[in-house]
């Protein structure tokens, strides 16, 4: 069921890059709208997902899951139909507010239904499998744009919907302790407004100067909702981010890498995508093949990086796979004009899928298993949230550092630093990780509670009218 409902997800996500130059071509804009149709849904997705954690603690897993199916998929065909560029770009931030509810409940219904040592193994099968998503997504992206249109690829996002909310009536969620969880409002807007004036600021900036009043004025705001939120979550007694989480040091070490290394995964992503068919020429099916290794590799990879990880740590996984993957970037500096995929390129992308692969299993394992099941919804949006807004900020800075038209030497400036910011990740790993297995305050968790498929839930668990399992003797 997780992995169904992340699929949903990650397919929209592995498919609008190969689509980005066949939207501009048809709708116009150029690069800044490319950035938009990326970063709206970032942007959405990275501010709502740490409130839709809490709801996710508050109301339970299952029905906010089947709430974000339900926005995902109306979304999506709103996306499918739009006639110009803003009701796309406003589709797609409705799409990111129905993946905040849908990502963080997914992950927390297997961080309740695996004790800690079978965690990091279900997880590995986790990303093993949401990982087709982005094996499928380039091959049926590219055939969907070259064949027939690149309004397709939000269209095909319906049917995994349906079939996704149709299973999730199946289950019962199984009870947890009576907690009551206040949703934080304020914040929530402090960090929409935050992010929108200063992604707004960071995208418009390379069109319009930084002296035009819209962008000076969209920064400054920016800027101080951000700092608004940094001190209300420090006074507040129902913080949405709970800063006392940091101090738990894998978590606080696990998301200061996530920054960096989902800062680089969005930003060599989108410029890859971009190169591949506005440089060198390939159509979008050549380029969704071209990145194949990448997927591919996390698909074979994650689950025996899952178990590994979970016998011996995740330090190790975590310091090294980072840093293979900024390799891989680096060897990408052998492109030039005269350019050959094969000796160019390949390389560099099957040793950044290595890296990958090796990397994302053990940091999700570490990032949840420093949490205690209660938080695990938002344990799991805090991270997501961290790994979003890392990437919308990377892709509002790409059009600045390409320099408004894309070449190879503005490909060349996009891939150092992408591979700087993999193996700062790797190396803050390697400082700070710890083999822990413990928890918060150190207790492990060894009893893990589920869900059940109505059919065949065992007798303890019984279903109210609400469908929400309950234990008879707790």
């Keep these: 069921m997780a992995i169904l409902a992340s699929f949903v997800a990650f397919l929209d996500g592995s498919v609008v890059n190969l689509a980005l130059p066949a939207i501009s071509g048809d709708l116009g804009g150029g690069l800044t709208t490319q950035q938009w149709v990326v970063d709206a849904y970032l942007l959405t997705l990275g501010a709502l997902i740490l409130v839709a954690g809490s709801i996710s603690d508050a109301f339970g897993r299952l029905p906010v899951l089947r709430a974000g199916l339900v926005i995902f998929g109306v979304s999506s065909v709103v996306c499918a139909l739009a006639p110009t560029d803003l009701i796309l770009i406003i589709g797609r931030g409705v799409q990111g507010a129905g993946a905040a509810l849908l990502v963080p409940s997914s992950l927390a219904l297997i961080n309740s239904a695996f004790s800690p040592d079978d965690q990091p193994?279900?997880?590995?099968?986790?990303?093993?499998?949401?990982?087709?998503?982005f094996v499928v997504g380039p091959l049926l992206g590219g055939v969907l744009v070259d064949a027939l249109n690149w309004r397709w690829i939000f269209a095909v996002n319906v049917l995994p919907v349906v079939v996704t909310l149709v299973l999730s009536m199946r289950l019962v969620e199984a009870p947890r302790p009576p907690t009551r969880t206040r949703i934080d409002v304020p914040g929530a807007v402090l960090t929409a407004a935050g992010l929108a004036g200063t992604v707004y600021a960071?995208?418009?900036?390379?069109?319009?100067?930084?002296?035009?009043?819209?962008?000076?004025?969209?920064?400054?705001?920016?800027?101080?909702?951000?700092?608004?939120?940094?001190?209300?979550?420090?006074?507040?007694?129902?913080?949405?981010?709970?800063?006392?989480?940091?101090?738990?040091?894998?978590?606080?070490?696990?998301?200061?890498?996530?920054?960096?290394?989902?800062?680089?995964?969005?930003?060599?992503?989108?410029?890859?995508?971009?190169?591949?068919?506005?440089?060198?020429?390939?159509?979008?099916?050549?380029?969704?093949?071209?990145?194949?290794?990448?997927?591919?590799?996390?698909?074979?990879?994650?689950?025996?990086?899952?178990?590994?990880?979970?016998?011996?740590?995740?330090?190790?996984?975590?310091?090294?796979?980072?840093?293979?993957?900024?390799?891989?970037?680096?060897?990408?500096?052998?492109?030039?004009?005269?350019?050959?995929?094969?000796?160019?390129?390949?390389?560099?992308?099957?040793?950044?899928?290595?890296?990958?692969?090796?990397?994302?299993?053990?940091?999700?394992?570490?990032?949840?298993?420093?949490?205690?099941?209660?938080?695990?919804?938002?344990?799991?949006?805090?991270?997501?949230?961290?790994?979003?807004?890392?990437?919308?900020?990377?892709?509002?800075?790409?059009?600045?550092?390409?320099?408004?038209?894309?070449?190879?030497?503005?490909?060349?400036?996009?891939?150092?630093?992408?591979?700087?910011?993999?193996?700062?990740?790797?190396?803050?790993?390697?400082?700070?990780?710890?083999?822990?297995?413990h928890r918060e305050g150190g207790v492990p968790l060894r009893a893990a509670a589920g869900c059940y498929d109505r059919a065949t839930a065992p007798p303890s668990v019984r279903a109210d009218s609400d469908g929400i399992g309950h234990l008879d003797n707790p």
């Excluded at 997880?123 to 949401?130: H, R």
């Excluded at 949490?371 to 919308?392: F, H, K, Y």
Aim: glycine content about 12%; overall charge neutral.
């Design 121 to 133: 193994k279900a997880i590995g099968t986790w990303t093993a499998w949401t990982g087709t998503a």
């Design 202 to 437: 960071l995208i418009e900036e390379q069109r319009l100067g930084l002296s035009n009043p819209a962008v000076a004025v969209s920064l400054i705001v920016g800027v101080l909702c951000l700092a608004g939120l940094g001190w209300r979550e420090l006074h507040t007694d129902n913080p949405m981010i709970p800063l006392r989480m940091f101090r738990v040091r894998n978590f606080g070490v696990g998301n200061l890498a996530t920054t960096f290394m989902y800062a680089g995964l969005s930003m060599g992503s989108l410029i890859t995508a971009l190169f591949l068919q506005e440089v060198a020429g390939f159509s979008a099916l050549a380029a969704g093949l071209a990145t194949l290794p990448v997927p591919v590799l996390s698909f074979f990879i994650a689950r025996p990086v899952g178990a590994l990880s979970a016998r011996y740590g995740p330090r190790l996984f975590m310091a090294c796979g980072p840093i293979l993957a900024g390799c891989g970037y680096l060897l990408m500096l052998t492109t030039d004009d005269d350019f050959n995929f094969w000796w160019q390129m390949l390389p560099g992308l099957v040793l950044f899928g290595l890296g990958l692969s090796v990397t994302v299993t053990p940091l999700t394992s570490a990032v949840l298993a420093a949490v205690s099941r209660e938080q695990s919804g938002i344990g799991s949006a805090i991270n997501n949230a961290i790994s979003r807004v890392s990437g919308l900020v990377a892709v509002a800075c790409t059009g600045i550092i390409v320099g408004g038209v894309l070449d190879t030497a503005g490909f060349h400036r996009t891939v150092l630093i992408t591979a700087v910011l993999f193996i700062a990740g790797g190396m803050v790993s390697a400082l700070g990780i710890r083999n822990s297995e």
